[in-house]
């Protein structure tokens, strides 16, 4: 196991609600990035938090927005949730830097009906 | 945008033959070239990854080979076990961010005894 640790595990939400999902990095890591997997594809990149700022952002709306901690955990919003947005969400965590591995957790099963 | 394009999207070996996987990506920017293999209904687990100063890499039974000029990077896996059966990413860094990653849209691998 890699020491991400994602919660919840699965979360059923209704169309237009707001939701938080939340990532514990790996110690030692002050790195974490968001990815949104959908049903038999690819994960695609939302946005990254080094050192509790936002580095870096994927091709997703607005309503998504983040954190990250002192302690370098990190929570994923997502406001106004629509169907399209069930998916698997996975977080990753890193040293930083170039050359280091990104760790995933488990990710967080999102159903919106 | 940034894109990674993954090929085949199956395939089919007998255990004990070769698995070559192939990616293109267009960030000629991008400098960190990882493979996950994901289990179903498991997170992604780093299996092998590559740099843009390195042509080639090898783990045991896997390798991966990377062409700069081509923008073309492969996975090989030799003596493939039924074990191997899963989906396999290649991912490309986004720039020279190393967590922040484009994915291609996976390779199922199935591996007959």
């Known amino acids: 196991e890699t020491g991400v640790t994602q919660s919840p595990t699965h979360l059923i939400k209704t169309r237009g609600q707001q939701v938080t999902l939340r990532c514990s990095s790996q110690?030692?890591?002050?790195?974490v990035s968001w990815y949104q997997q959908a049903l038999g594809q690819g994960p695609q990149f939302i946005f990254q938090?080094?050192?509790?700022?936002?580095?870096g952002r994927g091709n997703f709306p607005p309503r998504f927005s983040g954190l990250q901690f002192p302690n370098y955990s990190s929570e994923l919003n997502v406001n106004a949730l629509e169907l399209d947005d069930s998916a698997l969400y996975l977080c990753?965590?890193?040293?930083?830097?170039?050359?280091?591995?990104?760790?995933f957790g488990q990710g967080t099963r999102l159903t919106v009906v | 945008g940034e894109n990674v394009e993954q090929h085949p999207s199956t395939l089919s070996v007998q255990e004990g033959d070769s698995a070559v996987i192939k990616c293109t990506y267009s960030d000629s920017a991008s400098n960190y070239f990882p493979w996950y293999k994901q289990e179903l209904g498991k997170r992604p687990q780093l299996i092998i990854d590559i740099r843009s100063n390195v042509g080639e890499k090898k783990d045991q039974r896997i390798a991966v080979t990377l062409n700069k000029t081509a923008k073309h990077f492969s996975l090989h896996i030799t003596e493939t076990q039924p074990e191997d059966s899963a989906v396999y990413f290649c991912?490309?860094?986004?720039?020279?961010?190393?967590?922040?990653?484009?994915f291609g849209k996976g390779t199922k691998l199935s591996v007959k005894p």
């Open positions: 990753a965590s890193s040293a930083g830097g170039v050359g280091t591995e990104a760790f």
């Open positions: 110690s030692g890591h002050n790195t």
């Open positions: 938090y080094y050192r509790e700022e936002e580095n």
């Open positions: 991912a490309a860094s986004i720039g020279r961010s190393q967590g922040n990653l484009i």
